[in-house]
């Protein structure tokens, strides 16, 4: 029997080179190694400006924060994804509206969606679940309908003139989206990099986005540099220079950088990450041949007009309900394979439920949670442990 893991980082030879090429160098914070990750990144996006931090939820948080939203304003999230998703926005003090979604799509409820902004409204946050970016298009053009609500609280939302549309791309750094890159379609994107992303730093994330005219990106990528250093006006790499000792705390911010260390790993993972991406989609299109006869439901990872990142591989048991699901769970387990669940809505969570949100307003996001179940996908799979896991999958929800 094999035992297979859910999701474990791929590292190799490369990243290890990298981490000690950092170790000697005698810089192991922020430094050139973080400077020169944020540049690759900005180019495999096509966007201007990146920046990175210690996680994808401090990367959404100062977002909120650079922007101006805060207390009073409302940020629309999807009920069917994960708390960071909404967390971020009660961090800011502002108000989480959840949104349901589609009967037959893990994606929100566009039309929903527009009928929710008000003159409170700031940000929609859209979800790239499991590596398939969003219908933008539907997004924008719900915001847009509703821009007469819109009220900017400065200079900066005056500037979009609009809801601001943000990315949660956790899930879906290299996916691409009618020609264009994850990272340059939404207003803002936050990517992941944490232990069981795709492309890892162990922890971490990048911020990107889009110019927009009468927002000057030097500016926030500054804004955003000062939010995560204490405030602080000068670098560690800055201070290094012989005299520049000195330094100024603007105001008192956080401490949320990217090491030199996770982006010496997060360097090498760049070079390998096209034959990484291409090993998933080998995968994926082999659960796909052998499930194409079962009753399932699949996310779309490739068409014509998009191409997933090919992060998370759920799959929804059109005949099951939450019990049945648990129990495929426990038998792919017996057999030594961890699958796992994309996600319990977040009004089923303590946390939310505290907020005063109540599942039955999301009848759809429930559906899709109570029969789904995830596969293990990664890059780490041999072809005989992808035979594995699916012949045991199919011979257990079959019987």
Known sequence: ????????????????????????????????????????????????????????????????????????????????????????????????????????????????????????????????????????????????????????????????????????????????????????????????????KNLTTAEGGALTWRTVDGVDNEMLYKQYQLLSLHGQNKDALAKTKLGAWEYDIIAPYYKCNMTDIMAGIGLAQLKRYPEMLCRRRQIIERYNEELKDCHVKLLDHYGNDHSSSGHLYLVHMLDKDVEERNEVIKKMAERGIACNVHYKPLPMMTAYKNLGFDIADYPNAYNLYKNEVTLPLHTRLSDDEIEYVITNFVDIITK
């Open 1 to 196: 029997m094999y035992n297979i893991p859910f999701s474990p980082p791929d590292m190799s030879e490369a990243e290890i080179l990298e981490v000690s090429d950092t170790l000697y160098s005698g810089w192991i914070t922020t430094g050139p190694k973080t400077k020169e990750f944020e540049k690759l990144i900005s180019m495999c996006c096509q966007t201007d400006k990146s920046v990175c931090l210690n996680s994808a939820t401090t990367c959404m948080e100062l977002a909120l924060r650079v922007l101006g939203v805060g207390p009073g304003d409302e940020v629309i999230v999807p009920a069917y994804t994960y708390t960071a998703t909404a967390s971020v926005v009660c961090h800011v003090g502002a108000i989480p509206v959840m949104v349901d979604s589609q009967t037959d799509n893990v994606e929100m409820d566009y039309d929903k969606l527009a009928d929710t902004i008000t003159e409170r409204t700031k940000f929609v946050i859209a979800v790239d679940l499991g590596g398939v970016v969003c219908d933008y298009d539907k997004i924008f053009a719900a915001v847009e309908r509703k821009k007469n609500l819109f009220k900017p609280a400065n200079d900066i939302q005056k500037a979009y003139g609009r809801v601001v549309v943000m990315a949660d791309a956790a899930h879906a750094f290299g996916a691409k989206w009618y020609g264009k890159m994850c990272g340059e379609i939404a207003d803002i994107t936050s990517f992941s990099f944490h232990a069981v």
